[in-house]
């Protein structure tokens, strides 16, 4: 009986201390003017040294508008920026890139490529992206019109601008006009694949700069692939613009935010930081380069630059701090090795969709990690068994989320059904005992080693497993834990609603659902204890552990609460049957 009571100390003890690492309280941030930090971003063999760079803009580029050649503009000041020699020297001068700093006033045009899954815009004016937009998903951030589709791209700013550094020198590529090869692009579901070219030609050199973009009808993924024409077999380096953060289209802006973070996949695996973590004017450069890939992530959606299997990857990612919230800027350096023709890469813009991701392959599946790093290796397949069982009851069934919740909380009691059985009838079998226990306790209270040793004699002789009453009731709740990250992190649920509830990821505005399930488990633990000798703590584990977690999950998840009430009501039949066998047992017709 007190072995029990530990178990349900303990479990309450782990309650809490889980809630706390799901939910640990928000560091505070740095406050604006920090010191400005330097940098190098190991490219290939060499390094791209500066430190915090602004933001390439429509007005000024981030590569240093009116500065020397050579020459960046970071944090108020110019930073020399030094590109390495990707391959054996040339013998000769460098090329000149012509003015660096150039950028031309004349707004630029706008293209716009249209397939079944996305909308996206680019600028002329720097060959940039300045709109993605996502047809299936919803915004449903605060002052979106309804209908508005997710928007990826922040107001006012865009992804994908360009720079390309060789030897000392850097031409920004933000600021300039290409020419597009298309004034738009549509891609028809069933049909094949298109393509969109940007050309721009430096003024008074016989360089050019080419990116190519192809679209797919059933794919987020873009390929990328273009080149910096005119250097003969020189190295260079290209610079890609990743943003400064996803725009967020949840109406709990703080839960988007709390998920938004850059990624990289390098030589140490899967490593993500948040963006608020960075401080104001700082700059990072995450180690483990090269990467396979680099991101930038909220809650639900994704922004990424995938480098090419089997070949080099990113040379480095820079991330300057911004004095704005939720905001840093980051830029990934590709390098591109002397006598390689040009460079290509893949764009992801899209949902974090597992079974998507998985396809693309390179571990990106897990930009968005379930769980605690120790349990991953639990959790992660778990989650991906239940989402799959989940969506296919949804797909298969035709119902609505919210009844699939209910019924697979159901399901999960009909399969744990026999277990459950052995667990109560273990119990039951203890308690024959309890009278050759209590008189062992009596007669060997000063020598616990040789307790322990005849209780293990009584066990035996009687056929009882003393653990055979706990681990069963343990089995949920790896299934719960895990349905928590399912909730939080899988844009399969994201604003789906039912009954009263807006959405099934977001907690119970009423508080309905939680309040239900503190009754139902406080019912399950008067049930199951009917029949049983119950001590002053047993009583209070039933009054207060249904308490306390009613406290705990009134902030959690709907579709969780929902899951877990509708197991606890299913097993009142089972636990009732048995209750009333352990009583007739035991003499008790109560």
Known sequence: MEKRVTVAIVLMIAVVVITNLLFPPSSPRQPPGAAVDSAAVAVGGGAVAGSASTAPDSASASGAVGAPAGSLAAGGRTESVAAPDTGTAVAGPAPSLGDQGATEAAPGDTIRVRTPLYTLAFDTRGARLVSATLRHYASFASGDSAGRRAELVRSGEHLLSWRVAVGPDTLDLSGRRFEPSAPSVRVDSGG?????????????????????YRFEPDRYLV????????????????????????????????????????????????????????????????????????????????????????????????????????????????????????????????????????????????????????????????????????????????????????LFGILMRVVLFPLYQKSMRAQMAQMKVQPLVKELQAKYKDEPEK?????????????????????????????????????????????????????????DPLYIIPVAMGLSMFLLQWIGQRGMERNTQMKMMGYAMPVVMTFLFARFPAGLNLYYTTSNLASLPQQWYLARERMEEGGDSR
């Open 223 to 406: 390929d990328v692939h273009g080149a910096f024409e005119g250097l003969g077999s020189r190295g260079y380096t290209v610079l890609a613009w990743l943003g400064s953060g996803i725009r967020t289209n949840e109406a709990h802006p703080g839960e988007d935010y709390k998920h938004l973070a850059y990624v990289v996949n390098g030589q140490q695996g899967v490593k993500s930081q948040g963006l608020d973590d960075v401080k104001p004017d700082s700059v990072r450069t995450p180690e483990g380069a090269p990467f396979r890939w680099v991101a930038v992530k909220d809650k639900y959606f994704l922004e990424a630059l995938i480098a090419p299997r089997g070949k080099q990857g990113f040379g480095g990612l820079l991330v300057t701090g911004d004095a704005a919230q939720h905001t840093a800027h980051m830029e990934a350096a590709l390098p591109v090795p002397a006598g390689q023709p040009g460079f290509e890469l893949q764009s992801y813009l899209g949902p974090q969709e597992f079974d998507r991701l998985a396809a693309i392959g390179q571990e990106i599946q897990n930009v968005n990690p379930y769980g605690w790093q120790w349990l991953r290796f639990i959790i992660r397949p778990l989650a991906g068994l239940i989402t799959k069982i989940l969506t296919w009851l949804h797909n298969v069934l035709g119902l609505q989320y919210g009844w699939v919740l209910i």
């Open 192 to 212: 094949g694949a298109d393509s969109l070219s940007f050309r721009y030609a430096v003024p008074g050199t016989k360089l050019v700069y080419r990116v190519t």
């Open 451 to 507: 307790l322990q040793k005849e209780m293990m004699r009584v066990y035996r002789e009687h056929n009882i497993n003393p653990l055979a009453g706990c681990l069963p009731m343990m089995l949920p709740f790896p299934v719960l834990i895990t349905l928590f990250f399912v909730f939080e992190n899988t844009i399969e649920f994201r604003g789906v609603p039912f009954l009263w509830l807006p959405d099934l990821s977001l907690q």
